[in-house]
């Protein structure tokens, strides 16, 4: 149980487009998801942090214009990089939580999205 | 910013051999997590402790936690070539949600 899919799970783009990322809970409804980038050999930095039918909560840094994070459902969260530039190229991750009882929850984490902008 | 430190970052033993690392965190918990990325993927979560929980098992996993002295031990056991992957604790603050803050992580290889 607790499945999530992220797609796709490799982009290449010109500079300038427009990339939507899709993270879907298969078999649990995801109270909030979370979105994290992660450049090589190191750890995983979180954008945000997202709730169903709420605005998304950004860390600081993250420009909210460009990384556009809508939480439709409780089962679909997009990561939309606006205008993008060889320097978001990265390994975007998305995680869910909920499903399961009790106030601890781990993460259940998509397969990342390799982002590459030419 | 990521408040976990582990050690080593970088770890190299043969198969059938025990490996052990640590997590470091700074500030109070409700838990603490282990996960697992192999190359190019995403993480599988592990074990999760408890802050008043001092010890737990899963499988040829062990997991310790000292409040005290704000550290978290992963020991795998008889590791096999397939246990090559990193490892990042993450840690779960008071009235953080489910928000986690993950450490740098350490890179083991098992050598068949």
């Known amino acids: 149980g607790a499945v999530v899919s992220q797609h796709p799970s490799w982009v290449i783009c010109k500079s300038g487009t427009s990339v939507k990322i899709e993270c879907r809970s298969l078999d649990f409804q995801a109270t909030t998801m979370f979105w994290y980038r992660q450049f090589p050999k190191q750890s995983l930095m979180l954008m945000a942090t997202s709730n169903e039918g709420s605005k998304a909560t950004y860390e600081q840094g993250v420009e909210k214009d460009k990384f556009l994070i809508n939480h439709a459902s409780l089962t679909l969260s997009t990561l939309t990089v606006t205008s993008a530039h060889p320097e978001d190229s990265s390994f975007y991750i998305c995680?869910?939580?909920?499903?399961?009882?009790?106030?601890?929850?781990?993460?259940?984490f998509g397969d990342g999205t390799r982002l590459s902008i030419l | 910013s990521q408040q976990g430190e582990e050690d080593p970052q970088a770890l190299s033993i043969q198969e059938g051999e025990n490996a052990t690392m640590n997590c470091s965190y700074k500030?109070?918990?409700?838990?603490l997590q282990w996960y697992r990325q192999n190359s190019g993927r995403g993480l599988v979560h592990l074990i999760l402790i408890r802050s008043n929980e001092r010890e737990k098992h899963s499988g040829r996993l062990r997991v310790t936690l000292d409040t005290s002295k704000k550290s978290s031990s992963l020991l795998i056991t008889a590791s096999r070539a397939a246990d090559t992957a990193s490892y990042f604790c993450a840690t779960a603050p008071p009235a953080s949600g489910s928000r986690l803050t993950f450490g740098e992580g350490t890179q083991l290889t098992v050598n068949p």
């Open positions: 995680s869910a939580s909920g499903g399961g009882r009790g106030r601890d929850q781990p993460q259940h």
């Open positions: 500030t109070s918990i409700n838990n």
